[in-house]
């Protein structure tokens, strides 16, 4: 179901992730759109700076029952408090692979992946507009730990 992501496998990805993070952030609010894509790319060169062999990092193939590569899942280990755990910091599915459940197992190919790491459990961010991505965490029972709110106040007439 997962294993680790080739060489152009990762290049591929990047050219797909670096704008789709940079309207994620636009749409959230975060970032304005004539600098964006920059900002993007430059997160990612400084989270990734040794591309997919940066320590720490774990980016693998999400593959169809027939072996075809369908998507990405990166994972990275960090610390939460007295424990090691890996944080989802991306699980794209390509668009003509979705809703075909190559999420639902990727993240339980995560958990395995956890397991044999002997990590203590996962964490991840989801952007609030992303309700596919927020009902599938719900569905596999990630339960919140922050929440960032936001309401727009218009001037008065």
């Given at each position: 179901?997962?294993?680790p992501l080739t060489e152009a496998e990762y290049a591929a990805w ?59 899942l990166w994972l990275l280990v960090k610390q939460r408090g007295a ?29 395995d992946e956890v397991r044999r790491l002997g990590l203590a459990g ?36």
């Amino acid at each position: 179901m997962i294993r680790p992501l080739t060489e152009a496998e990762y290049a591929a990805w990047l050219a797909d992730v670096v704008p789709g993070y940079a309207g994620d952030k636009v749409a959230a609010g975060q970032w304005r759109e004539d600098e964006a894509l920059e900002k993007s790319r430059q997160e990612y060169e400084a989270l990734l700076p040794q591309g997919r062999d940066t320590p720490d990092n774990h980016l693998y193939s999400i593959d169809a029952a027939d072996g075809r590569h369908v998507g990405v899942l990166w994972l990275l280990v960090k610390q939460r408090g007295a424990e090691r755990i890996v944080h989802v910091y991306d699980l794209m599915v390509w668009p003509a692979h979705q809703r075909q459940g190559h999420a639902e197992r990727a993240m339980r190919a995560a958990e395995d992946e956890v397991r044999r790491l002997g990590l203590a459990g996962i964490a991840l961010h989801v952007f609030g507009h992303n309700k596919a991505a927020r009902a599938l965490y719900d569905k596999l029972g990630y339960e919140p730990t922050n929440l960032n709110l936001y309401k727009p106040v218009p001037p008065k007439p």
